[in-house]
Structures are given as C-alpha cells and as structure tokens.
C-alpha cells in the first residue's frame, strides 16, 4: 500500500506564490515518475506538471515560466512550486506517483485559491 501527503495548498492573491509538496511512502521500492494534477469546477482533470526519476520534466502550456516541479528521490517526494499566480489556476491540486511496477497512485487533493 501506498500513500500520499500533499501539503501547502490555500489561498493567495494573484501574483503570489505557493509551494505544494507530495510525500509518497509505504511500500515503494522505486518511483518512475510524481506529477501534480488539478481540477477546478466543471472542468476535466489536467496536467500541471511531472518530473521522473532521471530528473525529466513536462509541463502544461498554461503554466510554463512560471511552475517548477522538482524531487528529492531519497525521501520519495516531490515539489511544485507555482509562482505569479493567476485566477485560472484555481482548483484542487492532486498528487500523482508512478512506481517502478508502473502502479498509479493518487493523493487526496490540496485546495489552491487563487483570489483577490
């Protein structure tokens, strides 16, 4: 089993910034991949952004330039860090891992409002 802690959503003015972090544990014994995914209301869930093992990273086209996802493989977790942002990006940020057995696990969810 494995689970997910996502921490550092809230709310913050447009131009701010956030770091959300993802800790993945329990039975992990290699990571392929972490990502953040959100979801605001009435739309699809979508990619922010992914980071693999070997230090590869995706990005939306929504938020290039201005979000950085990085990982500290020894403690299984992975960062997003989002600056100037905007009202759009408003929605539930979820956590994503993808293991070395290619298993797909996803966290609860943290609530980022961005909002003046």
């Known amino acids: 089993q494995v689970q997910l802690v996502e921490s550092g959503g809230g709310l913050v003015q447009p131009g701010g910034s956030l770091r959300l972090s993802c800790a993945a544990s329990g039975s992990i014994f290699s990571i392929n991949a972490m990502g953040w995914y959100r979801q605001a209301p009435g739309n699809q869930r979508e990619l922010v952004a992914i980071?693999?093992?070997?230090?590869?990273?995706k990005f939306a086209d929504s938020v290039k330039g201005r979000f950085t996802i990085s990982s500290d493989n020894a403690k299984n977790t992975a960062y997003l860090q989002m600056n100037s942002l905007k009202v759009e990006d408003t929605g539930v940020y979820v956590c994503?891992?993808?293991?070395?057995?290619?298993?797909?696990?996803w966290g609860q969810g943290t609530q980022v409002t961005v909002s003046s």
């Open positions: 980071v693999t093992s070997a230090g590869r990273t």
């Open positions: 994503n891992v993808v293991t070395g057995e290619w298993s797909v696990y």
